[in-house]
C-alpha cells in the first residue's frame, strides 16, 4: 500500500474518489444483463430475472438468476391439468418480513420472502396453507399440535385468499392450487371464509374431480368454465361435508422436510398411496429441509433439486410431479425451480428437453432449436409475469455492493493520508 513506499504520491483525494465513483456507477448502470451475468441489483437484469448470490455454493457476488418460469400454458393449452408442472411455494404466508402481532415477539420459522401477490406474479400456482381457528376467526399459523398461538400467529387467512381473488380475476387464464394443512373445526368455517373472499365464484368442484386416477379436464376447459381455483384440505371429513376435496383421495405425495430432501429416496408420506399407484391423479413432491435455512435454499435448487426430480419420477413409476414445493422459491445459483419447472413441462407437454422447445400445436417430440437451453428465459417471453423479487432485510445484506464500501474505505484512507501529508 501507499502509505508504506516512501515514494508513493498520495494521489489527490477528491480525484481519486471520484474516480472509483464512476467506476461503481459505471458498474452499477448494467442494465438487462442476462442470466449469471454479475448485478447489483434486480434492475440491473432483464425482464423475468432478480439479482441474488449464492455464497452457499461459493459464489461470491450476485448474479442475475431466474425469477419466474415459462408459463407453460402460453405455449401448450389444451391438455389436461394433471399434465402440466407447477412451482408451489411452502408456508406461502410464512414471510420473513410480515409483522407480528402488536406487542408480541414471534417464534417460528419462516419460509418465503415476497408477498403471496408477488409469488403469484412470478408464476407461483400452488399455495400451501396451514389454517387454525383463532380469534373467532381463520388465521393463517405457523404453530404446532393444532393450536395457534399469538406468537404463531401470522393474519387472518382471508387477507390471503383475497389477493387471490384479485390475481385470479386480473389473469383470466390462470389456475391456482390451494393445499391446506386444515386445524379448523368451525362448523362451515372454511366455507364461509372462501366466500367471504370472493373466492367461491372461481370453485373447482369436487363432483368434477376425475376419481380412479383418471385425467382432469383441460386447462381450456377448466379457464372456460371459470373453475380456477383448485383446493385440497388434510381434513378428509370435509369432502362430503364442505365439498372440498381430501387431498390424499386425489394426489399422492412424498414425505415432506428432511426425509424428502435425502438423496436418492423419494418416500411416500404416510397419508398417502404409494406414488406409483395411479389411483390419483395427482402428485405433489415436497422439496424443502424440516427447518429452513435461506442461505442454503440456492444450494438445495440447484444440482440436487434435478437429482430428486430423477430420484422421485422414478419412484412414481416414469411420472413426473404436477406441483414442486419449495422453501424461498427465486432462490438459486441460475436457473433454480424455474429451470427445472420448465424442463419438466417441456418433457410432458410435449417431449422436447424444455418447455420453450415446444412448438404450439406441433406433434409431440417435434421441437424448436433453441440456442441456450438452460438459462435463457428471456428468449422466450411469452407468458412472462410483471411480478418482481423484494429480498427482505436479512436477505438483502448478500446483496449490498462491495464497490461502494470500496470507495467509502477508500476515501477515509486518502482522507488521513492528506492529513498526515499536510501536518509533515
Ligand atoms: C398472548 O397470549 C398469551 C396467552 O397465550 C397472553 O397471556 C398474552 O397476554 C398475549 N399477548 C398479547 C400481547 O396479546
Ligand atoms: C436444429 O438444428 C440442427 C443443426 O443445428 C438442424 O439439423 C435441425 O434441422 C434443426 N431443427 C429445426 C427444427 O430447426
Known amino acids: ?53 449464492c455464497p452457499a455454493l461459493g459464489l461470491n457476488q450476485p448474479i442475475c438468476t431466474r425469477g419466474q418460469p415459462t408459463l407453460p400454458t402460453s405455449l401448450v393449452n389444451g391438455l389436461p391439468f394433471n399434465k402440466y408442472t407447477w412451482i408451489v411455494t411452502h408456508n406461502s404466508f410464512s414471510i420473513v418480513d410480515a409483522p407480528p402481532l402488536p406487542a408480541v415477539q414471534r417464534i417460528t420459522f419462516y419460509n418465503q420472502e415476497d408477498s403471496v401477490t408477488n409469488q403469484l406474479m412470478n408464476g407461483v400456482r400452488g399455495l400451501m396453507l396451514d389454517m387454525y381457528d383463532f380469534q373467532n376467526d381463520i388465521w393463517l399459523c405457523h404453530s404446532f399440535r393444532g393450536q395457534c398461538y399469538n406468537f404463531t400467529a401470522f393474519q387472518p387467512a382471508v387477507n390471503t385468499l383475497k389477493e387471490v381473488e384479485t390475481f385470479l380475476t386480473q389473469n383470466p387464464t390462470e389456475i391456482v392450487t390451494i393445499i391446506i394443512e386444515d386445524y379448523v373445526h368451525t362448523p362451515k368455517g372454511l366455507t364461509n371464509l372462501f366466500t367471504s373472499a370472493g373466492l367461491d365464484k372461481y370453485w373447482f368442484p369436487v363432483s368434477k374431480m376425475p376419481k380412479k386416477g383418471d385425467d382432469w379436464p383441460t386447462v381450456k376447459d377448466m379457464v372456460q368454465a371459470n373453475h380456477r381455483l383448485v383446493v385440497f384440505t388434510s381434513d378428509p371429513s370435509k369432502e362430503a361435508g364442505e365439498g372440498i376435496a381430501y387431498q390424499w383421495k386425489h394426489m399422492v405425495e412424498n414425505e415432506p422436510g428432511d426425509p424428502g430432501v435425502q438423496q436418492g429416496l423419494c418416500p411416500h408420506r404416510k397419508e ?42 422414478k419412484a412414481a413409476g416414469n411420472l413426473l410431479p404436477n406441483f414442486i414445493a419449495v422453501n424461498f422459491y427465486m432462490r438459486s445459483d441460475g436457473g433454480g425451480v424455474f429451470d427445472i419447472v420448465d424442463k419438466m413441462n417441456g418433457h410432458s407437454l410435449c417431449g422436447c428437453s424444455t418447455v420453450t422447445a415446444c412448438q404450439g400445436g406441433g406433434p409431440f417430440g417435434s421441437c424448436k432449436n433453441i440456442s441456450v437451453p438452460s438459462t435463457s428465459p428471456v428468449t422466450n417471453t411469452a407468458g412472462s409475469f410483471t411480478g418482481s423479487v423484494q429480498f427482505s432485510k436479512s436477505a438483502s445484506s448478500v446483496l449490498q455492493p462491495n464497490c461502494l464500501l470500496l470507495v467509502v474505505f477508500y476515501f477515509l484512507q486518502s482522507l488521513v493520508a492528506a492529513v498526515m501529508t499536510k501536518n509533515l
Open 1 to 53: 500500500m501507499c502509505s508504506h513506499s516512501p515514494n508513493c504520491r498520495v494521489p489527490a483525494p477528491p480525484i481519486f474518489f471520484l474516480y472509483l465513483l464512476l467506476i461503481c456507477v459505471l458498474s452499477f448502470t448494467n442494465v438487462n444483463s442476462q442470466v449469471l451475468q454479475a448485478c447489483t441489483a434486480a434492475t440491473d437484469c432483464g425482464p423475468g430475472l432478480f439479482c441474488g448470490n
Open 272 to 313: 398417502s398411496k404409494a406414488l406409483n399407484s395411479r389411483s390419483q391423479s395427482l402428485f405433489l413432491m415436497n422439496y424443502f429441509p424440516t427447518y429452513p435455512v435461506e442461505a442454503d435454499s440456492c444450494k438445495e435448487h440447484s444440482a440436487p433439486l434435478a437429482e430428486m426430480v430423477n430420484t422421485c419420477y
